[in-house]
């Protein structure tokens, strides 16, 4: 999808899954660090809204989450897919670390969901790891291959070629992941309006 935007979107941008509703305060963090970024620097300067964990679960099922592994400058060192992660009824969250035992992970825990903003010229990075991503996919996985974006963040790190600096929010992460969060969600957005929080908006 970012690819497609090549030739067109030519100026620093944010990322989001259309599917899922961020909170005012995401968009806040990374609106005021684009107005300080460098985006000439080298390595390249991106950014990423790391929300609590515990604000973004579902009573309805598991999830999963990018858990961050993050310096003492707030940068991003790493992301690591954990599957399956739920609240259990003794209120801890964990996942399954393998068929038998369950990890816990603390409830401030920082997760990515997906919320990022990168300079123009990440479209061109695109271009360069998706060629490597058909000639693998093509031959290994041809009907279920995704080109995952953290990935792509993710192997650049590894190469020195970005910095990723994350931006904490305290923000409410909402989405259907079941049929059943609908009402939920519908319910918390409502209440965000009718509380003022979109007004000017």
Known sequence: AIYSCKGVVNEPFMVINADDF?????????????????????????????????NTLTENGTVSRGVCSIDDNDNLTDVVERTKILRKDDGRIYFPEDEENWEELAEETKVSMNCWCFPSSFIDEIEKYFKKFLDDALVNNPLKGEFYLPFIVKDMLAENKCKVKVLKTDAKWFGVTYKEDKDAVVKAIGEMVENGEYEGF
């Open 22 to 54: 961020y909170g005012r305060d995401a968009f806040s963090v990374i609106s005021k660090w684009i107005d300080t970024a460098d985006f000439n620097a080298t390595p390249a300067s991106y950014a990423m809204a790391a929300y609590q964990l515990s």
